[in-house]
Each structure stands twice: as structure tokens, then as C-alpha cells.
């Protein structure tokens, strides 16, 4: 491929799959205690309270109905205050994990909220606290789905990843942008597009394989 040295394919994926990774997780950290939020605070919930599920489900529609490439930019003073620039691998984490949070959180919710009833009534007739409701009963009956969830989520993450490589972000994005359509080699953006097939495909098959292992076990 013409003007584009071999490293620079692999510099591009190194620098993919670490915001990926960071943002995936930082982002799962933020967005699980928020589904779990979201899911005992409303109406008939555990914990029912109308102000705080209102307040948290609230701002949740608001970042989610955000377009990604718009929070990019939305979010700039923010992302300069953290990491002290706006272009960058690094500067681009910041906008990914406040993309994904809420995105995993109401995934994780809809995941919650499909558990059996029934489990929940067992729970309460054994007198489980909320804690124990949600570590045995709760999130057990629905690791298969949330995994799933996390597969959506970094599927998710990997095509935000792309549209930050429009303002500098890094990755293949970046490398697509640069040294595919701004400077008309073709070649270089298939490579791309490929490259991004790949890894969706590999991280799907993990991911259902892994909820079909739960399932059966």
C-alpha cells in the first residue's frame, strides 16, 4: 500500500483496541451501578423512589440521544480539563466512556428487567436483602444476556472509535481518514473496513459463545 508503512497498520490497531479496552471498561464500572440504579428505584422496583429513577433515567435519555460525533465536540472543555488536549488517543477516551456509560447502563437494564419475576418473589420469601437479591438471584439470571449486552457495547465502542479518528482521535479511524480519503488511497480504506469486520466478527463469536456457555451451565 502505497506512503503507508506496515507499523503504521499496527500502531493504528494498538492504539484501537486500547481505547476500546479503557473505555469498555471504565465505561462498564460507571454503567452497571447505574442500571442497577435505574432498575430498583423505579416504579415497583426493590427501591422504589420516583425522584432519583427520574434524575438518573433523565440524564441517561439525554447522553444516549446524543450522536456520538456531536458529544465529541460537545464535550471538548471537558475532555482538555482531564487530559489537557483535544486530539489524541488519550483525549478520546474521555468522550467514549461518557458515550458507552449510559448505553451499557440501559442495555444492562433491559437485561435486568427480563428476569422471571418469579425469581425476585423466591428472593423476598427467603427474606434476601437488596444486596443478596441482586448478587444471587438478580444478576446471575441474567449474566447470559448482559453478556451479550458487553459484546453490543464494544461492537458499539468500536465504531465510535472511527468516527473520533475524524478529529484526531487515533486508531483506525484516524489512519482511514488520513491516509485513505484525504489522501484518495483506496486501498488503505478497504484494509480498514476489513480490519474493523474482523474484530467485530471475533469479539461477536466470543461474546455468544460465552452467554450460550452460561446458559448450559
Known amino acids: 500500500m502505497k506512503n503507508v508503512p506496515p507499523e503504521l497498520l499496527t500502531e493504528a490497531l494498538v492504539e ?9 471498561f471504565i465505561g462498564t464500572i460507571l454503567g452497571l451501578p447505574l442500571a442497577l440504579i435505574l432498575v430498583l428505584t423505579r416504579s415497583g422496583g426493590l427501591k422504589e423512589n420516583k425522584i432519583i429513577f427520574f434524575t438518573f433515567n433523565t440524564v441517561v435519555n439525554i447522553v444516549r ?8 465536540v460537545a464535550i ?23 458515550y458507552i456509560a449510559p ?12 428476569v422471571n419475576e418469579g425469581i425476585i418473589e423466591l428472593a423476598k420469601s427467603l427474606s434476601a436483602t437488596t444486596f443478596q437479591t441482586i448478587r444471587y438471584f438478580l444478576v446471575p439470571e441474567a449474566l447470559a444476556s448482559i453478556v451479550l449486552t458487553l459484546t453490543t457495547a464494544t461492537i458499539g465502542l468500536i465504531g ?7 478529529v484526531g482521535g487515533g486508531g483506525i479511524g484516524n489512519l482511514a481518514i488520513a491516509y485513505g480519503y484525504e489522501r484518495f488511497n483506496t486501498a488503505i480504506i478497504v484494509v480498514t473496513v ?15 459463545r460465552l452467554a450460550k456457555k452460561i446458559r448450559h451451565e
Open 16 to 24: 484501537t483496541v486500547y481505547m476500546v479496552s479503557v473505555s469498555l
Open 194 to 208: 476489513v480490519i474493523l469486520i474482523i474484530i467485530v466478527q471475533i469479539i461477536q463469536t466470543i461474546g455468544n
Open 76 to 98: 471538548v472543555p471537558l475532555t482538555k480539563l482531564i487530559v489537557g488536549k483535544t486530539y489524541g488517543t488519550e483525549a478520546a477516551i474521555v468522550p467514549l466512556i461518557i
Open 65 to 72: 440521544s446524543l450522536p456520538f460525533i456531536i458529544l465529541l
Open 160 to 166: 465510535a472509535t472511527a468516527m473520533a479518528g475524524t
Open 103 to 114: 448505553f451499557i447502563a440501559r442495555l444492562v437494564e433491559n437485561s435486568l428487567l427480563e
